[in-house]
């Protein structure tokens, strides 16, 4: 009886045993699972952003000839603003390659990144000061009916695509002391956007954006 009964125990700790490693294997798969979703996402989130950046500057255009649209109110604030940014990047930056979104309303500033900040540091250099007051300034004076934006993106490397970076990388760093110098020399914080994209950590972009204030209240990108 005692054989029987010791038999029947060993049985069912095997059981409880083989139980719990199937609850674990079980478990260990969910995670990998939603490991896997997270990272179809971001792959897919980033493949996204992608294709509507190159759909939207597969037009681009030296600034030079520029067609600008005859929506009211946008022409003016349009060849205001590029002319007065382009001039102000061409005699700070020299570099820099200017282009325009056949639309009229949109610019693009492309730059070594090192040309706006200090070596391997986040700070803006000196030099550029009057720069980045007289940028703010630009985007202060838009006409009636017409918003201003203007963007940074930072480029980083491709590995650092899958998700944001953990921490205050330098790039972080110097988006964010961009956004907070063009704050403190005058500019609106919400016409200010920084950002990093995947591509060439020596590199930067600037993009300038007219927008059209509806008369509700609400913003409609001019572009569409």
Known sequence: MDEREAANTRDEESKRTSSMF??????????????NSISTFHEVRTKAVMDSLTSTFA??????????SSQT????????LFDRVGELFEAAIPAAKIKV?????LMQVSFPVDALFLP???DIRPAQGALVNRLAAALGAPP???RYEATL???IDQGETAG???GENLAVARTGAFAREMVRRGAAPEVVVVGLEPGDPTMARALFRVIIEEDAGAAVDADE
């Open 144 to 146: 009636r009916g017409v």
């Open 101 to 105: 979104a056949q639309t009229g309303h």
């Open 120 to 122: 391997d540091k986040p």
């Open 73 to 80: 109110g946008t022409v003016v604030g349009a060849r205001d």
């Open 22 to 35: 199937l609850s674990v294997y079980l478990l260990l798969l969910a995670f990998f699972i939603l490991l």
């Open 59 to 68: 037009t681009l255009m030296p600034v030079r000839s520029v067609p600008y």
């Open 153 to 155: 993106l930072v480029g």
């Open 164 to 166: 944001l970076p953990i």
